[in-house]
């Protein structure tokens, strides 16, 4: 299957979706932090990055904004606990923010397992159905 990067400031939700992950056959990579994300990406091969928005220091946006530099076909799925306010006025939708900073999708915590991995195979299959592409446009 795929090897996925989990970064999460929190360690019950990192368990969590890791758990989830490797029950369906996934590699798992975990960091608690931006930075240490950041690192494991640039060291490893991932075929997903899983990361949480709110996390101290180096946040989900930066970090995001760092891995599509070097990375930038490498699909992201952001996850976030913060609310979604219901008045468009009182609150930014952090989600909708990653999503049009390049993120591929998003869930706000907490999730149902089946969303999460309806999420990761959706995003998996979007991105060998483009990597298959590229490789077609870039036949002679």
């Known amino acids: 299957m795929a090897r996925i990067l989990v970064v999460d400031d929190d360690a019950a939700v990192q368990m969590t979706v890791r758990l989830l992950l490797e029950r369906a056959g996934h590699s798992v990579a975990t960091a ?39 990375q930038p076909q490498l ?22 923010m990653a999503i049009k900073l390049g993120a591929v999708s998003s869930l706000q915590k907490p999730f149902r397992p089946a969303d999460l991995l309806a999420a990761v195979t959706g995003c998996l299959e979007a991105a060998r159905r483009g990597s298959r592409a590229a490789g077609v446009a870039s036949s002679p």
């Open 32 to 70: 608690d932090n931006g930075r240490k994300g950041l690192a494991l990406c640039q060291s490893g091969e991932f075929d997903l990055l899983f990361l949480d928005i709110f996390m101290p220091g180096m946040d989900g946006f930066e970090t995001m904004r760092m891995v599509r530099q070097q």
């Open 75 to 96: 699909p992201i799925i952001v996850i976030s606990g913060r609310p979604i306010s219901p008045e468009a006025d009182s609150a930014p939708d952090f989600l909708t």
